[in-house]
């Protein structure tokens, strides 16, 4: 999607610079989590490096590690027009305040009818190939997927969550930003200063005829790298970067596969019950009888995030497994 | 705080009573109807709390905020809600506060400062913390108090927002109603520590143990904290004892407590104790106390009427608020 | 026997970083423990010690970006 100029940035410095124009923008944006402020070094990874020297440290604030307090401070600065980025640090850290953003984040605007809500987002990383294990690494957006009133959202490059991250910060509903932490530094395109990109809009990374690829985050190079090996045999495939993931592009999903009749959906979540699922189904629903082959559905192996270098790297579907399922829907 | 520490004036008094006596006659009549049959719902009774919210409420405005818990009908009309918006929630009704869509345990009137109502057990706490960061951030004089129940002060919630809120000196007040019983489970039985004020010296924040049903107790110790808050001085904590009469939702059996204990709480009721003590200070008479309650009993008969006569929401309400934009059929 | 000059995984998701400067030069003897070169990372710039005593045979360069794992020379 780069024009002109091939500027690369990468998807952390993207991400401190969309909160940076976020924060210069609009007074009632703030940025609160763990370790964010600069006196704690601005976030574990340097996400947030340099926000709280530029914009005080009433807005850009450290907190104690307290992933209830912190979510509940941010839904209840929320309900009176503050805009509050909280960070989770890392996705299963969510697990602890999981009643703030299920039971209230999703909810109060529904169960107020629509006297308040909470425009919040917040955002975490996470992503195996870092030797984290079990805990620091796990894809748990299905279930956030899975609960009416949140949006989420799954940038696969800097151009992209720079984009988003503004636009999740303009909506007027909660979204979950997911950073992937093993892309944090790979080079990507690099955004256009205050150019937002729509929450629900996917990407068609690669055009092509014969067979849809679908994912997100860093699963999108695997299929990008499994679509250019096929092209030299003459096998067309489309890539979709799916950006959003709730709600689904439904629209930009359907008329690909419509088009090339077979499809594969890979992500790095498990496959039970996974977002592959879903799409897997929104598309035998819709297209039962123009498919060539049932969908084929990629995730890791349905077992917590192992250790050792090898197993972590087979845990994650890779392009060998890509193209043997895009293999299956051709023959 | 000499004002906060005096009593509270004839005016002042007679408007914890008012507010006190709609809260009991509400309930009464909630706990009538439910029982008749004509409104259908689980429903936990404040019955036997209401000075706490009374007398705090005195000393706030709309622009104040409170965040509150499933069993909350009482924080909620002491703030201002009105009984017509509270009956036709209770019954499901599209006039209601929240369109019908809340019901009894997320009642929410922001114009009232009424924010949020959660069902869930210690998370007004966190919230209330965030609506106290709002104000500091810009700078406005709002208070926000968190009610929750002694249940509630066991939950890992109450712990991190006290001491984010004594962190950040947020401008807030937990006030924790101490029935004793949390659901089913005597206070003893789940609680640590003899007093739940105690537990704000952990917070580095005043803990105040008072008497929730003395009106003059509570008045004047909700008073301190909300003068403390508003002046920059932090979060306060305070205990407010008090006893429920219906059990923790209305139909127990109450067999997790001694009748002797409940008849006990019931025959020291502090909306009648208040009556009396006000006829006695020679601030009203019963005749002036008789025409008030008259006076809400009429406007609770035309509230539940207001109710019944009132349209169930569109079906299409499935698809509303759960986002900004509608959700296509 | 020699032992391979690693570039480690220092920190919590370091994939790659900067070999910045050897302390030492080809063919320098050195003892285990002692400052052998910095490493830069995206968060920090730290000396790295000998992990053996010995001569030092260099194979990469000053300013390089390295992964983890690569090789960096060996003390032999």
Known sequence: MTTGTAATSTLLSAV????????????????????????????????????????????????????????????????????????????NFTTVAMDMIVN?????????????????????????????????????????????????????????????????????????????MPLYWTPGPAPVRGQRIPIGKARIARPGKDVTLISYSRQVFDALAVADKLSKEGIEAEVIDLRTISPLDDATLLESVARTRRAVVIHEATRQCGVGAEIASRIHENLHRELRAPVQRLGSAFCPVPFSKPLETAFVPGAQQIEAAVRRTLS | MNQARSLPDAPVLLEIYRRATLIKQNDDR???????????????????????????????????????????????LAKGVTPRALWAELAGRVTGSCKGKGGPMHITDPARGVMVTTGIVGSSMPIANGLA?????????????????DGASNIGA????????????????????????????????????????????????????????????MWSAAGQAIARARAGDGPTLIE??????????????????????????????????????????????????????RGIELEIDAALQFALDSPYPDLAELRRDVYATEIQP | MSTQILFPKIGFAMEEG?????????????????????????????????????????SVAAGTQCKVGDVLGEIV
């Open chain 1, 16 to 91: 401190n610079q969309a909160l940076d124009d976020a924060l210069a923008a609009n007074p009632d944006v703030v940025v609160f989590g763990e370790d964010v402020a600069d006196s704690e070094e601005g976030g574990v990874l340097g996400a947030t490096k340099g926000l709280s020297s530029r914009h005080g440290s009433h807005r850009v604030r450290s907190t104690p590690i307290s992933e209830q307090a912190i979510i509940g401070a941010a839904i209840g600065a929320s309900l009176v027009g503050i805009r509050p980025v909280a960070e989770i640090m890392l996705m």
């Open chain 2, 158 to 217: 109450f712990h991190e927002a006290l001491n984010l809120a004594s962190l950040w000196k947020l401008p807030v007040v937990f006030i924790c109603q101490n029935n004793r019983f949390a659901e089913h489970t005597r206070y003893e039985s789940g609680t640590s520590i003899g007093r739940i004020a105690d537990r704000a010296a952990a917070y580095s924040m005043p803990g105040e143990h008072v008497d929730g049903n003395d009106p003059d107790a």
């Open chain 2, 240 to 293: 407010a004892m008090t006893f429920r009469f219906h059990g923790h939702i209305f139909g127990d059996a109450d067999g997790y407590m001694s009748k002797e204990e409940k008849a006990s709480a019931i025959a020291r009721d502090p909306v009648v104790l208040l009556r009396r003590r006000l006829i006695e200070r020679g601030m009203a008479t019963d005749a002036a106390l008789a025409e008030l309650e």
């Open chain 1, 104 to 180: 209230h984040a999703a909810k109060l605007r529904f169960m107020s009818g629509g006297k308040t809500h909470v425009p919040i987002t917040i955002r975490m990383m996470t992503g195996a190939g870092l030797g984290t294990g079990g805990q620091h690494a796990d894809f748990l957006e299905a279930w956030f997927v899975h609960t009416a009133g949140l949006k989420v959202v799954i940038p696969s490059n800097p151009s992209d969550a720079y984009g988003l991250l503004l636009s999740c910060i303009d909506d007027e509903d909660p979204c979950l930003f997911i950073e992937n």
């Open chain 2, 30 to 76: 909630f706990r009538a109807v439910i029982q008749s049959g004509k409104l259908v719902m689980p429903y936990y009774s404040p019955r036997g709390q209401e000075i706490i919210p009374a007398a705090t409420s005195v000393h706030l405005s709309d622009d104040d905020y409170i965040c509150t818990i499933y069993r909350g009908v009482h924080d909620m």
């Open chain 2, 133 to 149: 960061l709002a104000a500091q951030l810009r700078g406005e004089k709002r208070v926000t108090i968190a009610y929750f129940g």
């Open chain 3, 18 to 58: 900067t070999l910045a400067e050897w302390h030492v030069h080809d063919g320098a003897e050195v003892v285990a423990g002692q400052p052998l070169y910095v490493l830069e990372s995206e968060k920090s710039a730290q000396d790295i010690e000998s992990p053996a005593s010995g001569t030092v045979r260099i």
